[in-house]
């Protein structure tokens, strides 16, 4: 079973960058499929971004399209969230996930991932 622990959260001025960090223990992380979602108050948990278990299939959702990079590094079990151009709306808690699979394909649906982490806060001030 593996564990996340999310990492890199904090307060942003708009228009900055924030970079999230996902360390895995517990686990053969490289044959994970991994994912970022956020869920703002009041709102639903939503998939931002996923990569598949080698890194090169990845997934973005519109909202994030163009600013967001999801990336892995399997030899250091990490998975990262470089976020740049970073809005208001962007603010919520930010969680990485893991579904146990080897496949060219990414996981977009959140009932596949099996494994979270914590969470970490971001907040983008305007």
């Known amino acids: 079973q593996v564990q996340l622990v999310e990492s890199g959260g904090g307060l942003v001025q708009a228009g900055g960058s924030l970079r999230l960090s996902c360390a895995a223990s517990g686990g053969a992380f490289s044959i994970y499929g991994m994912g970022w979602f956020r869920q703002a108050p009041g709102k639903e948990r939503n998939l931002l971004a996923a990569?598949?278990?080698?890194?090169?299939?990845?997934y973005y959702a519109d909202s994030v399209k163009g600013r967001f990079t999801i990336s892995r590094d399997n030899a250091k079990n990490t998975v990262h969230l470089q976020m740049n151009s970073l809005k208001p709306e962007d603010t919520a808690v930010y969680f990485c996930?893991?579904?146990?699979?080897?496949?060219?394909?990414?996981?977009?649906?959140?009932?596949?991932?099996?494994?979270w982490g914590q969470g970490t806060q971001v907040t983008v001030s305007s």
């Open positions: 990569i598949n278990w080698s890194g090169r299939s990845t």
């Open positions: 996930a893991a579904h146990k699979v080897v496949s060219a394909l990414v996981t977009t649906s959140s009932v596949l991932y099996n494994y």
